[in-house]
């Protein structure tokens, strides 16, 4: 029995969270939010972040706590707010890190099972379309740990991904390998020098990716 799935997503609209707008437009880092969220039929729900060095007086909210240049701002989440936050918290996934720098957002939240991850990762979608998947892990009841990570195929070239496919089919990642550099560049009718270069490529987007 799995004991949930830990999800990392990332934001790039800086209109996706109204917080995210602010640490664009004090260019800080804000990573110390806590929320008071639940569901859609209940009221009063907030955001609550701390901000360093920022220019109070730019600032749309009041502090609710002050120490030094650091400032405490309460958010409510009205009927006029939307952000990943509040709907996190309609679907009772807690937030587990959030970080909001150089009008990027990434949250690192939490789900029961995968049922409710596709559910809430698809209206994440539908809601914010600049929100990418980066990472699932799922913690079993047991000594293993599956770990999944998301390679975006759209940022290899198309020639890219043939060079991998057939490399791949030829037994080129085996060991011992099934075919050398030389013969799977006959394959593709390129030089051996050019099939190096593309899989160099196509390797680094795929590192950047898992690790």
């Not at 008071?36 to 749309?60: H, L, R, T, W």
Request: glycine share 4%.
């Amino acid at each position: 029995m799995s004991s949930g799935i830990r999800a990392t997503v990332e934001f790039t609209a800086t209109d996706s969270c109204p917080v995210v707008e602010l640490s664009n437009e004090q260019e800080t880092t804000i990573d110390s939010m806590t929320t008071n969220v639940c569901p859609s039929d209940c009221e009063g729900s907030v955001v609550e972040f701390s901000m360093d060095g920022a220019d109070a007086d730019a600032v749309p909210f009041e502090p609710i706590f002050s120490h030094g240049d650091t400032h405490r701002y309460r958010v409510p989440l009205d009927d006029d707010v939307d952000c990943p936050c509040k709907t996190l918290g309609e679907y009772g996934c807690p937030i587990a890190r959030y970080v909001a720098e150089d009008g990027r957002l990434t949250v690192v939240f939490h789900a029961p099972d995968w049922e409710a991850l596709q559910d809430v990762v698809t209206d994440l979608a539908d809601r914010f379309p600049s929100m990418t998947v980066k990472r699932f892990l799922r913690s079993p009841t047991g000594d293993a740990v599956h770990d999944h990570v998301v390679v975006d195929r759209s940022k290899f070239t198309t020639r890219q991904l043939e060079v991998l496919a057939t490399a791949y089919e030829m037994g080129y990642f085996e060991r011992p390998r099934g075919a050398n550099a030389t013969e799977v560049a006959d394959v593709l009718d390129i030089c051996p020098s050019t099939f190096s270069e593309h899989l160099a490529a196509a390797e680094s987007k795929l590192v950047e990716d898992v690790l």
